[in-house]
């Protein structure tokens, strides 16, 4: 058990993962490979970059030790709690936080140099996605980029669907992994409560579409790894997509 004074990541019962606070799934220990360029990318950015669905701020922390300005916002004021303990003192000038949930969360037009949104997008329905996405858009400076990164159908409880996942796409379903009934996917052990009411899983794909029509450009678009030791290759999906410039 965890002794430290003050907030502090929560037991894990699950290696790799930390569970987070308000029943929308875990953090990874470990960023995957379009969470990494973010980090990096942020730490050359000419501006502050956001970090949105941060959790417990592991592509936060390490686009500050890159050098960035980073502005972590989380729907849990707890996870932001921790965060900050967690930001090596030296680094807190050039860190800020706000607490607010997508798709209602807004800041002014031309913010941010880059954005990213990790491991939440799927928690949205699609109308919620869209309009989230959009509004990204519009925060980003010219020449800004979109990190966005979802589960994928091929992970997590609702895997088992992934052949009726791959049905509704071949019948040109929007939004083909949407689970109304979470729970139903869940072991009989598993509280139903601990979880979401429905999941939103995506491919690379639906995020081009998304983001294409929001008006960006794609420039990478593949499923990613996990980066646990249960990794399948196909555990996320990801996109980076550009705000075109000026002229």
């Not at 993962?17 to 990096?40: C, H, Q, R, V």
Request: aromatic share 8%.
């Amino acid at each position: 058990m965890n002794t430290k004074p003050g907030p502090h990541l929560p037991d894990s019962p699950v290696e790799g993962l930390i569970p987070t606070m308000n029943n929308t799934g875990w953090m990874t220990e470990k960023m995957d490979s379009y969470s990494a360029d973010f980090a990096e990318y942020a730490g050359t950015a000419d501006g502050e970059v956001l970090d949105i669905g941060c959790a417990y701020g592991i592509a936060t922390l390490a686009a500050l030790e890159n050098g960035a300005r980073v502005l972590a916002c989380d729907m849990d004021p707890r996870h932001l709690e921790v965060l900050y303990a967690r930001v090596p003192e030296q680094l807190r000038g050039r860190y800020r936080s706000k607490a607010a949930t997508m798709p209602a969360v807004d800041f002014p037009q031309g913010s941010f140099a880059a954005i990213l949104a990790a491991r939440v997008l799927h928690f949205l329905n699609g109308t919620d996605i869209e309009v989230t996405v959009r509004k990204m858009k519009d925060w980003l400076i010219p020449g800004g980029r979109l990190y966005l990164v979802a589960d994928s159908p091929y992970t997590g409880p609702w895997a088992p669907q992934a052949g009726e996942y791959e049905r509704r796409k071949s019948e040109g379903d929007a939004w083909p992994g949407y689970v109304a009934d979470y729970a139903s996917f869940l072991p009989a052990h598993v509280d139903p409560a601990e979880h979401p009411d429905f999941i939103n899983p995506l491919d690379p794909d639906i995020l081009k579409r998304v983001c294409t029509n929001a008006g960006l450009e794609v420039i990478a678009a593949s499923f990613l790894s996990s980066a646990t030791k249960h990794a399948n290759g196909r555990d996320h999906a990801g996109v980076i997509a550009l705000k075109a410039s000026r002229g």
